[in-house]
């Protein structure tokens, strides 16, 4: 049973850049036609889509976020990872990472992992 | 703003049903299939729906999911306090590739 665990600093100071990774166990990141994706949850509001990649490299960005964000993914670690450059207060939240089938449901989810922006 | 449309709050009492919709356009739902997850209080959201109306294995056959056009809808009936909890639609957009959830619904079982 594929499992997935965020992990990353809890704390980013405003204009830095926020970096997270999300390990698989359980299962290959290589294997199926799923991609790997990052959603983010301010506190007390709904869920935002950052974006995903494919063990190909290929990249999807949510536009709004398209500028400051780069995923990426390590096979050999079976991991993926989130960079978030020039955050600010607005982008205090709870990261999570997903596996998604193709462009449909997202299962299983990380527990996900509370960063705040503050310096 | 959330690009598909849910209502904020829902609420019945034990033992009955309510229905959550999740209205979109024709580059999100109308053309691409709708999940549904549900996040009780302090947890991750756990998919509940795919494909508009299938359950992933372990999901009781209490809730459903169906399509039309551009909405879809959540059903949950025989209701149970351990069902109070954030409900969210999501689906894939087309015009800009990315993907869009709803706005949440709470639900209250009273």
């Known amino acids: 049973q594929v499992q997935l665990q965020e992990s990353g600093p809890g704390l980013v100071k405003p204009s830095q850049t926020l970096s997270l990774t999300c390990t698989v166990s359980?299962?290959?990141?290589?294997?199926?036609?799923?991609?790997w994706s990052w959603i983010r949850q301010p506190a007390g509001k709904g869920l935002e889509w950052i974006g995903r990649?494919?063990?190909?490299?290929?990249?999807n960005y949510n536009p709004s976020l398209k500028s400051r964000v780069t995923i990426s993914v390590d096979t050999s670690k079976n991991q993926f990872s989130l960079k978030l450059s020039s955050v600010t207060a607005a982008d205090t939240a709870v990261y999570y990472c997903?596996?998604?089938?193709?462009?449909?449901?997202?299962?299983?989810w990380g527990q996900g992992t509370l960063v705040t922006v503050s310096s | 703003q959330s690009v598909l449309t849910q209502p904020p709050s829902v609420s019945a009492a034990p033992g009955q049903k309510v229905t959550i919709s999740c209205s979109g356009s024709?580059?999100?739902?109308?053309?691409?299939?709708v999940s549904w997850y549900q996040q009780l209080p302090g947890t991750a959201p756990k998919l509940l729906i795919y494909?508009?109306?299938k359950r992933p294995s372990g999901i009781p056959d209490r809730f459903s999911g169906s399509k039309s056009g551009t909405s879809a809808t959540l059903g949950i009936t025989g209701l149970q306090t351990g069902d109070e909890a954030d409900y969210y639609c999501?689906?894939?957009?087309?015009?800009?590739?990315?993907?869009?959830f709803g706005g949440g619904t709470k639900l209250t079982v009273l």
């Open positions: 997903a596996r998604q089938w193709l462009e449909d449901w997202f299962d299983p």
């Open positions: 359980g299962g290959s990141i290589s294997s199926g036609s799923y991609y």
């Open positions: 990649i494919y063990t190909s490299g290929s990249t």
């Open positions: 024709s580059s999100n739902i109308g053309n691409n299939y």
């Open positions: 494909d508009n109306n």
């Open positions: 999501g689906t894939w957009d087309s015009s800009l590739s990315y993907v869009v």
